[in-house]
């Protein structure tokens, strides 16, 4: 019985022993397959990271075209100029309009609105009728003044009376002076509630006529577009708060916050150019007319207006946003045409025609005989062997203002005088020496 039982004991021992090395060999071959995968990612992430830096650095060594792709693209060659452009200050802001052209409509007198004319957006003339509105308190003040119009009436003949009798010698200073009080009051009366009359919109001698009015009308302070109408027919209009808003877009101005740094250069009469999204961008020109004299809260800011000659040609909104370039003087700097500038990756550049290389690119190209033996045998042709090439070298460079098709650049590293650039289809150099990734992009 102990036989069978170390028998028994040694097999499960085995065992054990036998499904260790089975669990071992399967965690080294997960272990070596994951690092094989990682390596194998790693390589690949290295390898495209080393295709990009490649491109790059290929790029900015320059790359060929022959007179042929010259020709057939219209490259254009030039210099780069001393040029004489304007100095400009960055300043945003909002579109205003001035008080005197921005109206709120409101009423002296409350009453329940019987009628609203304009619609919002509709164009109104000074004067023009907006809404009626009803009010009983009305006749009580027509009442007032027809009553005061009647003793005024008794309280003059009175006076009168009295004057003779003091003129004869047979009246009494005392109902003479008494006479004349009344007069004066009565007089005042009438003349207040005649006033009141004419604040509502009501002539005083319809009134006296015997004309009772109990609707009156709310005119237009100002010729302009109705803005929000804030009420409703039916509604109470309450005496200050206002019932619609009228505005004249006809002197329309740009509010710009000009920082402390920048504000000793800022005056009146300088010129300002404008650039709204809603106008694709459209270039915009105006004025500076008045700098405020004091911060603008805690920014540090000058709230600078400039008027925006011929505003009525453009659909302008106060309240929209603006961004401005404000001329303040011209400096002459280097500067070429703005297409001859291409950017990528965030940086500009322009292209440099690399003399020195074009001319070694140009005798390598004829060759030795038996440089052009091997062509021939690969099959090319004559007029590809004696086709010139012209190498160009990409350039870094810092923009600044650009005016009347040119921009101004300070290259990053110094340019020969005269070197020569390419003005025009810089764009098709640059997609070449990238190898047309940023086409295929």
Same mark, same amino acid.
């Given at each position: 019985?102990?036989?069978?039982?170390?028998?028994?004991?040694?097999?499960?021992?085995?065992?054990?022993?036998?499904?260790?090395?089975?669990?071992?060999?399967?965690?080294? $071959?997960?272990?070596?397959?994951?690092?094989?995968?990682?390596?194998?990612?790693?390589?690949?992430?290295?390898?495209?990271?080393?295709?990009? @830096?490649?491109?790059?650095?290929?790029?900015?060594?320059?790359?060929?075209?022959?007179?042929?792709?010259?020709?057939?693209?219209?490259?254009?060659?030039?210099?780069?100029?001393?040029?004489?452009?304007?100095?400009?200050?960055?300043?945003? $802001?909002?579109?205003?309009?001035?008080?005197?052209?921005?109206?709120?409509?409101?009423?002296?007198?409350?009453?329940?609105?019987?009628?609203?004319?304009?619609?919002?957006?509709?164009?109104?003339?000074?004067?023009?009728?907006?809404?009626?509105?009803?009010?009983?308190?009305?006749?009580?003040?027509?009442?007032?003044?027809?009553?005061?119009?009647?003793?005024?009436?008794?309280?003059?003949?009175?006076?009168?009376?009295?004057?003779?009798?003091?003129?004869?010698?047979?009246?009494?200073?005392?109902?003479?002076?008494?006479?004349?009080?009344?007069?004066?009051?009565?007089?005042?009366?009438?003349?207040?509630?005649?006033?009141?009359?004419?604040?509502?919109?009501?002539?005083?001698? @319809?009134?006296?006529?015997?004309?009772?009015?109990?609707?009156?009308?709310?005119?237009?302070?100002?010729?302009?577009?109705?803005?929000?109408?804030?009420?409703?027919?039916?509604?109470?209009?309450?005496?200050?708060?206002?019932?619609?808003?009228?505005?004249?877009?006809?002197?329309?101005?740009?509010?710009?916050?000009?920082?402390?740094?920048?504000?000793?250069?800022?005056?009146?009469?300088?010129?300002?150019?404008?650039?709204?999204?809603?106008?694709?961008?459209?270039?915009?020109?105006?004025?500076?007319?008045?700098?405020?004299?004091?911060?603008?809260?805690?920014?540090?800011?000058?709230?600078?207006?400039?008027?925006?000659?011929?505003?009525?040609?453009?659909?302008?909104?106060?309240?929209?946003?603006?961004?401005?370039?404000?001329?303040?003087?011209?400096?002459?700097?280097?500067?070429?045409?703005?297409?001859?500038?291409?950017?990528?990756?965030?940086?500009?550049?322009?292209?440099?025609?690399?003399?020195?290389?074009?001319?070694?690119?140009?005798?390598?190209?004829?060759?030795?005989?038996?440089?052009?033996?091997?062509?021939?045998?690969? $099959?090319?042709?004559?007029?590809?062997?004696?086709?010139?090439?012209?190498?160009?070298?990409?350039?870094?460079?810092?923009?600044?203002?650009?005016?009347?098709?040119?921009?101004?650049?300070?290259?990053?590293?110094?340019?020969?005088?005269?070197?020569?650039?390419?003005?025009?289809?810089?764009?098709?150099?640059?997609?070449?020496?990238?190898?047309?990734?940023?086409?295929?992009?």
């Amino acid at each position: 019985m102990v036989s069978n039982n170390m028998n028994y004991k040694s097999i499960d021992k085995m065992s054990s022993s036998f499904y260790k090395s089975i669990l071992l060999i399967l965690c080294i $071959g997960a272990s070596i397959i994951l690092t094989g995968c990682s390596d194998k990612k790693t390589t690949e992430e290295t390898a495209t990271e080393k295709k990009e @830096t490649t491109k790059t650095e290929e790029a900015e060594e320059g790359i060929e075209l022959t007179q042929a792709q010259i020709e057939a693209v219209g490259i254009e060659y030039g210099t780069i100029e001393l040029k004489n452009l304007s100095q400009v200050v960055k300043a945003s $802001g909002q579109l205003a309009v001035p008080p005197q052209k921005r109206a709120d409509v409101n009423v002296l007198a409350g009453g329940v609105i019987r009628r609203i004319v304009p619609i919002e957006g509709q164009q109104v003339k000074k004067g023009q009728v907006l809404a009626v509105i009803e009010n009983t308190e009305l006749v009580t003040i027509q009442e007032n003044y027809l009553t005061a119009k009647n003793s005024f009436s008794y309280t003059a003949a009175e006076l009168q009376r009295q004057k003779e009798l003091d003129e004869a010698g047979a009246g009494i200073k005392k109902k003479l002076q008494e006479a004349q009080a009344n007069y004066n009051t009565e007089r005042a009366r009438i003349t207040t509630l005649e006033a009141q009359l004419k604040q509502l919109g009501i002539n005083s001698g @319809t009134v006296s006529r015997g004309s009772i009015i109990t609707r009156i009308n709310v005119y237009a302070p100002i010729s302009g577009t109705v803005g929000h109408i804030l009420v409703n027919t039916g509604a109470y209009a309450q005496p200050g708060n206002s019932l619609m808003e009228i505005i004249d877009n006809s002197q329309i101005h740009a509010d710009l916050t000009v920082f402390e740094k920048d504000l000793f250069r800022v005056r009146n009469g300088q010129k300002v150019t404008f650039t709204l999204t809603n106008q694709d961008n459209r270039e915009i020109t105006g004025r500076v007319y008045g700098v405020n004299k004091s911060f603008e809260n805690e920014s540090k800011g000058i709230v600078v207006h400039a008027i925006i000659e011929n505003a009525n040609t453009y659909r302008l909104i106060p309240g929209m946003y603006v961004t401005a370039l404000i001329s303040v003087g011209s400096e002459q700097v280097m500067a070429i045409p703005v297409d001859a500038v291409v950017q990528s990756e965030g940086k500009n550049y322009i292209f440099v025609v690399d003399e020195e290389n074009s001319e070694a690119a140009e005798k390598k190209e004829k060759g030795s005989e038996e440089a052009e033996e091997k062509e021939k045998a690969e $099959g090319k042709e004559k007029g590809e062997q004696d086709e010139k090439s012209v190498r160009f070298k990409m350039v870094e460079v810092v923009t600044g203002v650009s005016e009347l098709g040119y921009i101004k650049i300070t290259p990053i590293s110094e340019l020969p005088d005269k070197e020569k650039i390419v003005v025009k289809g810089a764009n098709y150099i640059l997609s070449k020496a990238k190898g047309g990734g940023e086409e295929e992009e």
